[in-house]
């Protein structure tokens, strides 16, 4: 079990940036991959971007090169930097870790962000 405590997320304008943080509760080495997840209103949950434990990160075709993943393994804490933000951004975003040894995926408790003049 993990605990994923997302925070970060507010109103901005369109063109302007957040960053958002998921925080795990133990390594994040310890799962296959990290990954930010969205859902807007009215709109199914979509696979934003994926750092996984080897290899490179992916991102979702609508948000290349405006959205960047990383992490920092001595906090255990996995980012998502937002930049050059659209109105169709907003959402509430998730932080996810899937444990292949297990088939088990994780969740936070979401974000809201909200893109608006």
């Known amino acids: 079990q993990v605990q994923l405590v997302e925070s970060g997320g507010g109103l901005v304008q369109p063109g302007g940036s957040l960053r958002l943080s998921c925080a795990a509760s133990?390594?994040?080495?310890?799962?296959?991959?990290m990954n930010w997840y969205r859902q807007a209103p009215g709109k199914q949950r979509e696979l934003v971007a994926t750092i996984p434990n080897s290899g490179s990160t992916r991102y979702a075709d609508s948000v290349k090169g405006r959205f960047t993943v990383s992490r920092d393994a001595a906090k255990n804490t996995v980012y998502l930097q937002m930049n050059s933000l659209k109105p169709e951004d907003t959402a509430v975003y998730y932080c996810n870790a899937f444990d292949g040894a297990t088939m088990t995926s994780n969740w936070g408790q979401g974000t809201q962000v909200t893109v608006s003049s």
């Open positions: 133990r390594n994040i080495f310890s799962f296959n991959a």
